[in-house]
């Protein structure tokens, strides 16, 4: 079982908030100093990508929502069409043909079949009114139409988006490693003939072993 980046970025998070107290006699123009600038900017930077990719998540799963209601309502605008246009039949054959159910369609079959449906609902609005259907009903799946189509831009652009966080995200965890190796080095090689600088060390880069669960707070270094 190896490492979690949550554990990773805690393990930063506890180095960088030990640099001030126990190590604040490291040299400021050493390569350990330039390397704790280097983490802090680097963590700094995965705090602000994990907040864009929890929003991004967010974001996708309410389209996702979003779009359950608004297929829920276009089913059941096309099943009341069909059911009502299967009565309007019997008196004028053929005219259910204009109208066909739901059934098991996939979302681009559903959407093709809505938009004709509209338009016909709207040219035969006639009969659908001597149904007991209003006007308003009638258009009303143009509504959710929208609210599908709309529902399914913001979800592809969240998840296009916090793919792009998370990319950002873990460049920054290779850049933040290669500060770390080099802060790592220098502190033991600095301290070496100070134990109790290097037992503060070593409890603040330890790591723990992965849990399975790679959860990311997001609160920034301070």
Do not use: C
Not at 70 to 99: D, V
Not at 119 to 128: I, L, P
Not at 146 to 174: C, H, I, P, R
Not at 188 to 206: C, G, M, T
Request: a negative charge; zero cysteines.
């Amino acid at each position: 079982m190896g490492y979690s980046l949550k554990s990773i970025r805690e393990m930063y998070n506890r180095v960088l908030d030990s640099l001030p107290t126990e190590f604040a006699d490291l040299p400021p123009d050493s390569e350990g100093a330039e390397a704790a600038e280097g983490l802090s900017e680097e963590y700094n930077i995965i705090v602000g990508k994990s907040a864009l990719q929890s929003g991004f998540k967010g974001t996708a799963q309410e389209g996702t929502a979003q779009r359950t209601v608004a297929r829920q309502n276009i089913r059941e605008y096309m099943s009341t069409l069909a059911r009502t246009g299967r009565s309007i039949a019997r008196k004028k054959p053929g005219f259910e043909q204009n109208f066909p159910p739901p059934s098991d369609k996939n979302d681009v079959e559903l959407l093709t079949d809505a938009r004709a449906v509209a338009v016909k609902a709207m040219e035969y609005k006639t009969d659908f009114t001597g149904r007991g259907l209003k006007v308003e009903y009638l258009q009303s799946i143009n509504n959710y139409i929208a609210d599908f189509d709309n529902s399914l831009d913001a979800t592809n652009s969240a998840v296009g988006l916090g793919g792009a966080a998370v990319g950002g995200k873990n460049a920054a965890y290779d850049r933040a490693d290669e500060h770390f190796d080099v802060l790592d080095d220098f502190i033991r090689n600095f301290y070496r003939d100070q134990p109790e600088k290097l037992a503060a060390w070593k409890i603040v880069s330890h790591i723990r072993r992965s849990t399975g669960n790679d959860d990311e707070p997001n609160t920034p270094a301070t």
